[in-house]
């Protein structure tokens, strides 16, 4: 049986980055327009006044520093605190599809292949712009890829989801060698009124090629030796947008209708499930924790990561062991593991192996063991 590979990977990052003190400034004028325009009320003990988010906070609780974004100027109008993004007429290409064309020419580049060579395109992502025709076709179409493509969602681990999906694709024959793609425009669904959340996502696409090692012709190449799948229900990650929204038009325009979440019972539920998953998928395959080069793990809190990464090691995790890039991006959902490994892998030799890890919504996991061929 041959093994399947990663052949190529590719990021698209926005050119525009919001820092910190940027965001903060923001929120605060509009806080503070806020409360003085519901003075009575607040003074009045009918409403609440709101408090000032703080840039010290969310470095501290996150290790986010700053993020990238589609659009600036609409996100940082303390009047809209939303991305002002125009829809665009039928004819032109969707804002997914443009930024996944371009990781995925720098994937498809990397990995030597031509449209021709792609059999399928699989686009894995928190959120999609429309339900249908599938951003995936449309991508299909603007690269020149013959085959089919689709749409799927797991959250935070639709990355992950989406390499044991295309690496049975390849394995049952179905594709010689697919495309995944993370457009990741968090933005969008990010409520930047609330002060819990407000500096989480950051938006940005990353790409993967998957084939099989008999058609890789890339320089660097990554076995995907072991895929670990696993969903639990859990509320405490949820968004309530939807096509039956309009159907209780009492509930259009509320805040669940974005990303909500419960973080501290996030943090405590999914940092031990995760560690566990990972360890029983080495133990299972006889690699001990200390045979691993690298852990790409998902980019949503620094406090999280490193907890992760001393639990599966049992010691503490250097920037080499676990690198960190949601410092620059903030949490990108399924694209942040990609970020990592896209980043940083090119230190591994031959024999090296590493986990590529998704974790969130669902709640979801996702664990890859991979090996540098
Ligand atoms: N500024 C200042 N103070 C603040 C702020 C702020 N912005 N926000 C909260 N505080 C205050 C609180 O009021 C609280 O004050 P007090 O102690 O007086 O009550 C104090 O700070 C502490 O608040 P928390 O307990 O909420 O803070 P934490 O230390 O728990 O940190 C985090 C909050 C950073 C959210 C943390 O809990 C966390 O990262 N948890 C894990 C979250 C996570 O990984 N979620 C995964 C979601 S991603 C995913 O699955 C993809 C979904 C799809 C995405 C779609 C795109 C949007």
């Known amino acids: 049986m041959p093994e399947i590979v990663i052949s190529g990977t590719g990021l698209y990052t926005p050119p525009d980055s919001i820092s910190n003190e940027e965001l903060v400034s923001a929120y605060n004028d509009y806080v ?27 470095e501290k609780a996150s290790g986010i520093k700053s993020r990238y974004v589609i659009n600036k100027s609409g996100i940082l109008d303390p009047n809209r605190l939303a991305p002002l993004l125009p829809e665009r007429p039928n004819k032109a290409q969707s804002i997914q599809c443009e930024i996944a064309v371009a990781a995925a020419r ?5 990995a030597g292949k031509r449209a021709q060579d792609i059999g399928a395109v699989i686009v894995a992502a928190s959120n999609m712009q429309r339900p249908y025709p599938a951003i995936a076709v449309e991508i299909q179409d603007a690269l020149g890829i013959n085959g089919f493509g689709f749409d799927m969602n797991v959250a935070c681990s639709s990355a992950t989801f989406g390499i044991q999906n295309a690496r049975d694709a390849v394995f049952a024959g179905s594709a010689g060698a697919v495309l995944i793609l993370n457009p990741e425009i968090c933005s969008g669904h990010l409520n930047f009124r609330d002060r819990d959340s407000h500096f989480i996502f950051g938006d940005v696409c990353t790409a993967l090629v998957v084939e099989s090692v008999e058609t890789a012709k890339a320089r660097e190449l990554f076995a995907i030796e072991d895929c670990r799948l696993q969903t639990v229900f859990s509320n405490n990650i949820r968004n309530n947008f939807g096509f039956l929204n309009r159907g209780d038009e009492s509930g259009v325009g509320a805040p669940d209708k974005l990303f909500i979440q419960e973080g501290r019972k996030v943090f405590k539920e999914v940092c031990p499930a995760v560690a566990e998953q990972i360890l029983d998928q080495l133990s299972a395959r006889d690699l001990p924790p200390s045979s691993l080069r690298r852990l790409w793990l998902h980019q949503a809190n620094l406090n999280m990561n490193q907890l992760i990464a001393r639990r599966v090691l049992g010691r503490p995790a250097s920037d080499e062991d676990a690198p960190i890039i949601l410092d620059e991006y903030a949490n990108t959902s399924s694209a942040g593991s990609i970020i990592a490994f896209h980043k940083h892998r090119g230190d591994l030799t031959s024999g090296d192996r590493g986990v590529l890890c998704s974790f969130g919504a669902g709640y979801s996991i996702g664990s890859i063991v991979l090996r540098k061929v």
């Open 106 to 110: 720098e994937a498809m580049q990397q």
């Open 32 to 58: 503070a327009h806020y409360n003085v325009q519901h003075a009575g009320a607040i003074s009045a003990g009918k409403t609440t006044a709101l408090q000032p988010s703080s840039e010290e906070f969310i």
